[in-house]
Nanobody, 125 residues
Framework: QVQLVESGGGLVLPGGSLRLSCAAS????????AGWFRQAPGKQRELLAA????????YYADSVKGRLTISRDNAKNTVYLQMNSLKPEDTAVYYC??????????????????WGQGTQVTVSS
């Protein structure tokens, strides 16, 4: 069992940056793949980025490539999402997710068993 808690969301001006954190409970988080998703009102949840258990393999959605960076610190049981050059259309609730099956698989379509409660990101002037 893993519990995930996101933090770092908030209100930011267009062009600004935020770093989201996802803190995980449990001593085996280093065996879990992790992903960051977002869901805007009236839209489907979308995968933004994923990272394998070791931190070597990463995936980014084309829509955010170049602006977002996913990373993890397994010693701290934490996954991060650095977001730069934020746009109003980035406004959404951001969720992290984790799963221990096939821990280096980061491509879209994989399942995640564990989810955080989400953190709101609002990009507005």
């Amino acid at each position: 069992q893993v519990q995930l808690v996101e933090s770092g969301g908030g209100l930011v001006l267009p062009g600004g940056s935020l770093r989201l954190s996802c803190a995980a409970s449990g001593r085996t988080f280093s065996s879990y793949a992790a992903g960051w998703f977002r869901q805007a009102p009236g839209k489907q949840r979308e995968l933004l980025a994923a990272i394998g258990a070791s931190g070597v393999r990463v995936y980014y959605a084309d829509s955010v490539k170049g602006r977002l960076t996913i990373s993890r610190d397994n010693a701290k049981n934490t996954v991060y999402l650095q977001m730069n050059s934020l746009k109003p259309e980035d406004t959404a609730v951001y969720y992290c997710a984790a799963d221990s099956r096939v821990p280096e698989w980061v491509r879209p379509g994989r399942n995640y068993d564990y989810w955080g409660q989400g953190t709101q990101v609002t990009v507005s002037s």
